[in-house]
T-cell receptor, first 115, second 109 residues
Framework: TAGITQAPTSQILAAGRSMTLRCTQDMRHNAMYWYRQDLGLGLRLIHYSNTAGTTGKGEVPDGYSVSRANTDDFPLTLASAVPSQTSVYFC??????????????FGDGTRLSIL | GQNIDQPTEMTATEGAIVQINCTYQTSGFNGLFWYQQHAGEAPTFLSYNVLDGLEEKGRFSSFLSRSKGYSYLLLKELQMKDSASYLCAVRDSNYQLIWGAGTKLIIKP
């Protein structure tokens, strides 16, 4: 079915290495988001993009970068991974940039462990 | 700062009714969302409130009081498949979602 695809599903990464988490949506949504989810904490916004060509910083952007070259793809890059970046990462999208009653739709997540 | 509070865990019996509360203090308010998240899966949208009052969707209802910074999710005729975490999220003045840590709901036969 249509929706959001994230890859990889899970990954173990050595500290200091770089990695790109991929996110692709086929719903033609304007806005896309990256969250991390840690035990006992709510979803925290890392970066977002309200439309292709634009990006913005969320609550916890340090150590992460994003790009939005087209409507469908929104990759998240860890330039030099640290153990505190061990988390479950969710990509989400919505038709509008956070307005109206349109909810965000989520991918299945990437479980990332930094050793 | 911005804060969303929900109980960490609740237990209920199959067939019963449960109410999950959410209180919030945010910089601005542009709507409140409830999501369901089964263990190891993605959050899925349940309901949206922007005006005071009750929104009903089948077995699920959500209530909002903006003056009190309060919402609840009401689940009726509980089924075992309702065992999940329920996430409350408020859209703030920047139109970003601020998320609570979620309430883990355990359903017992």
């Amino acid at each position: 079915t249509a929706g959001i695809t994230q890859a990889p599903t899970s990954q173990i990464l050595a500290a200091g290495r770089s990695m790109t988490l991929r996110c692709t949506q086929d719903m033609r949504h304007n806005a896309m988001y990256w969250y991390r989810q840690d035990l006992g904490l709510g979803l925290r916004l890392i970066h977002y993009s309200n439309t292709a060509g634009t990006t913005g910083k969320g609550e916890v952007p340090d150590g992460y970068s994003v790009s939005r070259a087209n409507t469908d793809d929104f990759p998240l890059t860890l330039a030099s991974a640290v153990p505190s970046q061990t988390s479950v990462y969710f990509c989400a999208s919505s038709p509008l940039g956070g307005q109206g009653d349109q909810p965000q739709h989520f991918g299945d997540g990437t479980r990332l462990s930094i050793l | 700062g911005q804060n969303i509070d929900q109980p960490t865990e609740m237990t209920a019996t199959e067939g019963a009714i449960v109410q999950i509360n959410c209180t919030y203090q945010t910089s601005g308010f542009n709507g409140l969302f409830w999501y369901q998240q089964h263990a190891g899966e993605a959050p899925t949208f349940l309901s949206y409130n922007v005006l005071d009052g009750l929104e009903e969707k089948g077995r699920f209802s959500s209530f909002l009081s903006r003056s009190k910074g309060y919402s609840y999710l009401l689940l009726k005729e509980l089924q075992m498949k309702d065992s999940a975490s329920y996430l409350c999220a408020v859209r703030d003045s920047n139109y970003q979602l601020i998320w609570g840590a979620g309430t883990k709901l355990i359903i017992k036969p």
